[in-house]
């Protein structure tokens, strides 16, 4: 079964450091997603993307925050200046139309100290 | 009111009960919804998708969307210990989804 690629799995990053986080999305879906979670809370929207642009951003993404497909398979996020509460797991999701269940990554484990 | 209510739980069950889950909204613009198992530490499985109030079926699981009532359930059957996980409610608007905090359950053998 198609599934969405993380990588990698588990990052370790000293604030103020920049992070990437890397997803291969199922081959033939066309819209993209990040979402996070906080240990113990909920599932949180953060961006989607298609057509290679942002089409709805959260709060939450501010301008530390940016996403880009730089090629027919990556997805990329990218967090310029980790802060200490960006530690979450970042899920990776993508969709083949608008009228499908979201597939989600097995996720990046992000730890900021 | 938050968005998407659920009972975080934890629930305990025995092999072979009934288990049943469920979720209240606000929104009247959700469109669809879902239920989504989580396993410690890995990312949401998509196990029911539905559109429509009504009751859909697949195997040992029934989604069950009351939208006059805004709330969701989920029915599992015959639970078995490997049900034991997360199961997240998800409404989708505006294509992005709003997740319930999920109801920790757990199927005692």
């Known amino acids: 079964e198609p599934e969405v690629t993380q990588t990698p799995s588990h990052q370790v990053t000293q604030m103020g450091q920049e992070v990437i986080l890397r997803c291969v999305p199922i081959?033939?879906?066309?819209?993209f997603y990040w979402y996070r979670q906080i240990l113990g809370q909920k599932v949180e929207f953060l961006v989607s993307?298609?057509?290679?642009?942002?089409?709805?951003k959260s709060e939450i993404f501010d301008d530390q925050f940016s996403v880009e497909r730089p090629d027919g398979s990556n997805f990329t996020l990218k967090i310029r200046s980790t802060k200490l509460e960006d530690s979450a797991m970042y899920f990776c999701?993508?969709?083949?139309?608008?009228?499908?269940?979201?597939?989600f990554g097995s996720g990046t484990r992000l730890t900021v100290v | 009111q938050k968005e998407v209510e659920q009972d975080p739980g934890p629930l305990s069950v025995p092999e072979g009960a009934i288990v049943s889950l469920n979720c209240t909204y606000s929104n009247s613009a959700f469109q669809y919804f879902m239920w989504y198992r989580q396993y410690s530490r890995k990312g949401p499985e998509l196990l029911m998708y539905?559109?429509?109030?009504g009751n859909k079926e697949d195997g040992r699981f029934t989604a069950q969307v009351d939208k006059s009532s805004k709330y969701i359930s989920l029915f599992i059957r015959d639970s078995q210990p490997s049900d034991s996980a997360t199961y997240l409610c998800a409404m989708k608007v505006r294509g992005k989804l709003i997740f319930g905090q999920g109801t920790e359950l757990s199927v005692k053998p």
């Open positions: 999701a993508s969709l083949a139309g608008v009228n499908y269940g979201y597939t």
């Open positions: 539905t559109y429509s109030s």
């Open positions: 081959s033939n879906h066309l819209y």
């Open positions: 993307f298609y057509n290679n642009e942002i089409s709805e």
